[in-house]
């Protein structure tokens, strides 16, 4: 039995119709939201595994009701103000609507990762695990720029190294670079703003 229950066969079917919205959200904005996106629906040792750490129970009520994450989306922008300009878009979007939202780009966290997580409410067709339709479903959002996604992603990849020597240093290191890096994304706005403002 699937922990998503009958439910699992609709997600992947919701993720590619939300992948399609902001494809069509992100063509007609002038300049463009974002650079690309990443869709998945979450695997389900992964999804099992996560109800535990949490203590929710493995059931579809955990999976798709306590866990907000079955289907995630991860937008990368070329600008900072790219991701706010998507943030807004979704607000406006009569399709879902946004129920938490957490900023780690103006609030990073200790590590030094950024990133804004939106948590939304999906409208569908299917019906849900309370056995409404139209369905609402979870969706979780990730935001960032190419340099944001770029340090989490190698991020991530070291975390998982076992045996590291100075791990301290290395995370002092991990640090720096992401000040570095968001230093870099603030000058590169700054480097578009000079140029909106001589057209």
């Not at 992964?46 to 750490?53: A, G, L, P, T, Y």
């Not at 955990?62 to 866990?67: E, I, Q, S």
């Not at 790219?82 to 979704?90: G, S």
Request: aromatic share 8%; charged share 25%; hydrophobic share 35%.
């Amino acid at each position: 039995m699937s922990i998503y229950g009958e439910q699992g066969q609709y997600l992947p079917m919701i993720l590619t119709e939300i992948e399609d919205r902001l494809q069509e959200i992100n063509a007609s904005s002038s300049p463009k939201l974002y650079e690309h996106l990443i869709g998945r629906v979450k695997a389900e040792d992964s999804m099992i595994e996560k109800c535990h750490r949490k203590g929710f129970p493995a059931t579809p009520q955990g999976a798709l009701r306590d866990c907000r994450d079955a289907i995630a989306l991860r937008l990368v922008c070329n600008f900072i103000d790219d991701v706010y300009r998507a943030i807004e878009a979704l607000r406006q979007a009569d399709w879902c609507q946004i129920v938490t939202e957490k900023d780690y780009i103006t609030n990073a966290k200790p590590n030094g990762y950024r990133s804004y997580h939106l948590i939304l409410d999906v409208t569908t067709p299917y019906p849900d695990v309370d056995q409404q339709t139209p369905g609402h479903y979870f969706v979780e959002i990730q935001l960032r720029t190419i340099a944001m996604d770029s340090w989490a992603s190698l991020e991530h990849e070291l975390k998982y190294k076992h045996n590291i020597k100075d791990a301290e240093r290395i995370a002092g290191e991990l640090k720096r670079c992401a000040e570095q890096l968001a230093a870099c994304d603030v000058q590169m706005q700054t480097i578009r703003q000079l140029i909106n403002e001589a057209d």
